[in-house]
Structure formats: structure tokens, C-alpha cells
């Protein structure tokens, strides 16, 4: 039989399904993962007949088939598989099922945004969601907690470097004049998905985003899907996020 060809530990942590190919380089990053017994940096490869370690438990194989879904997430859980601090997280909310897989979130929304999130055991479906060559457009709605002043579209749309980070909007349409405090909400287009980068980015530029939703990924819409509840994808709609 022809020898394994080797991968990157990132791709083989994210094929296992154990998280995704980004979450697998923050843990590379921060010494995390062990190969053979030597702690792994960014770049190191492997086969899956290497004795790797993450968080000190051995990485096994998923057997599973690949599964992935929909979410409609609330406002207050978090887009982690477990946390320290008690916090109560999206896989909670997952029929009991679905709870015994391995699933991980295909690009996160922090604890305080809610909409759309795509959960999934394959590392591989993840990686291209969230590569931001794909270019998968993530289109969101914002309240902010004061006028939105048009004059400033212009410096979201050029973007600004921002905690280490460049930021910065592909689109940004405020809502139309109908109704109270229409001047404070808008609609905003990414291709990215950097950590907080909707809030950050109207930071930035001094504003503070009091409520976000995500309303859709690529080709997918929020809609008929209840708070907490989810929607299995079949083939059809996997192509459409990629739409």
C-alpha cells in the first residue's frame, strides 16, 4: 500500500473534527497540540498515524458522516464546544442526537450578536466557509447606540487598522427612513470574518453596535428558523452557502 501523504497538523486536527482548520492554528499557536510527543508549530505536518495530542487528549479519527447545519442563535450562549467559566454554549441547544457528535461552528458569533451560524463535523466545508479567499458574502443587521451619520459610509467601506487587525465593510445600507430610530439601523456586507469585526470595526469609527444579527451566509437566508432552533443542510443547500 502506498504511504499516507502528509498534511498539515491543522488539516488533520480539522478532518478528525475536532474544530476547525482556523480554531486548530489557534491552538497550534498557542502550544496546544503535541506530534509524537514534541509541542507542534504552524506548518509542521503529519499522517494520521502520528500520536497527536490536543489539550493533552489523543486525536482520534472521525468515523462519522458529515453533518451540517443551520442555527438560529440567541443572544447570551456561546460559540464554543465547552467552557470554563460555566457559560452555556450553542451545542446545549442541540437535540440530544446531534449533542454526540462532534460538531464544531464554521465561523462564530460572539456571545452578545445572534442569526445565522453554520455547525459542522467536516474540517474541510469549515475551512472553505471561512477562508476569506471563498469570499462567501455575511450580511448582517446592526442597531447602533446613536445616529448613523452617512458621511462616515465611505471610512468602513476603505476600512481601518484596528487592534492588529485591518477591517472593513464590502457593503454598508442604511435602513430606509420608515419608522422610530431608523437613523441608527443599517445593514452590512462582509467577505471576512475576523473576531468581532462588525463591532470593532463601527469602534473604530465611534460607534457602539447594541444589538447584531446575522441574516445570512452566502446563498442561505434566516428564515423559518426559530431562536435556538437549527436546519439540517442537505446537498442542495451546502451549495447554496457557497452560492
Known sequence: MPEEEQQRIQKIIANAGLCSRREAERLIEDGLVRVNGKIAQLGDKGTTKDAIFVNNKPLRPSN????????????GVLCTNSDPHGGHTVFELLPSDLQKKRLFCAGRLDKDSEGLLVLTNDGDLA??????????VK?????????????????????????????KA????????????????????????????????FEANRYYVKKLVRVQIGGCILKNIPKGGIKILGKKDIERLFA
Request: charged share 35%.
Open 64 to 75: 462519522e458522516a458529515p453533518v451540517v447545519l443551520l442555527m438560529n442563535k440567541p443572544k
Open 127 to 136: 475551512n472553505r466557509i471561512t477562508h476569506p479567499s471563498t469570499e462567501i
Open 139 to 167: 450580511r448582517y443587521r446592526v442597531v447602533l447606540h446613536r445616529d448613523f451619520n452617512k458621511e462616515d459610509i465611505p471610512k468602513l467601506l476603505e476600512g481601518v487598522d484596528y487592534e492588529g487587525d485591518f477591517l
Open 170 to 201: 464590502e457593503k454598508v445600507i442604511p435602513a430606509p427612513a420608515v419608522g422610530e430610530g431608523h437613523q441608527r439601523r443599517l445593514e452590512v456586507h462582509l467577505h471576512h470574518g475576523k473576531k468581532r469585526e462588525v463591532r470593532r470595526l
